[in-house]
């Protein structure tokens, strides 16, 4: 998934300016030796961005469909706290540190300005990645939907339940990935 993003940095520039990731769709079936984006919708306030990587003779092995949102005052606020304690069994726990958040922009070009300064937010596929990693996958097929941001210093819960990944910070759901 980190060759996808470091593609999908490469996209254009205005979705740098503050724009949020509400959702991503990933498939990876394979290591791919080429990479392509493009911009599926841009209107004011909401994006789609596709990554695919292709296998040497082709084949798609490997897409990524990145939903972005341009906060307004009515979709930046929080998502209200569950009363209810995360459910499922916990897979680990993260803190995402800055220094971790600038070694992944970095990496993948991701020059959005929320990501930086103190306390930044965490990139979306930031968090993905490290959940790709640290399970172990090489081959995946997800649905993210992104409820909260999360800014480094945060402990991140990720716990397994009913055929999902939901990501806590605290009771609050950060974002949920469904296994498809």
């Not at 080429?34 to 296998?55: C, I, P, Q, Y």
């Not at 993948?108 to 596929?125: A, F, M, R, S, W």
């Not at 640290?134 to 097929?141: A, F």
Request: glycine share 8%; hydrophobic share 45%.
């Amino acid at each position: 998934m980190l060759e996808l993003a470091k593609a999908l940095a490469k996209n254009d520039t205005k979705f740098f300016g503050g724009w949020i990731v509400a959702g991503v769709e990933a498939h990876i079936k394979g290591n791919a030796v080429r990479f392509a984006n493009k911009t599926v919708l841009s209107k004011a306030h909401k994006a789609v961005l596709d990554v695919e990587g292709t296998g040497a003779f082709g084949s798609l092995l490997k897409k990524l469909r990145v939903f972005l949102v341009l906060p307004t005052e009515a979709n930046t606020a929080k998502q209200p706290t569950s009363s209810e304690p995360p459910q499922g069994r916990v897979l680990f726990a993260h803190y995402f540190t800055e220094d971790e958040v600038a070694a992944y922009t970095a990496y993948t070009g991701d020059e959005n300005i929320i990501h930086k300064g103190p306390k930044p937010i965490v990139p979306g596929l930031c968090m993905a990645v490290c959940l790709q990693e640290r399970l172990g996958l090489e081959r995946l097929d997800w649905r993210i939907s992104f409820l909260n941001t999360v800014r480094t210093g945060e402990l991140v819960s990720f716990y397994l339940a009913d055929g999902q990944i939901t990501a806590y910070l605290d009771k609050q759901p950060a974002f949920v990935v469904k296994l498809l």
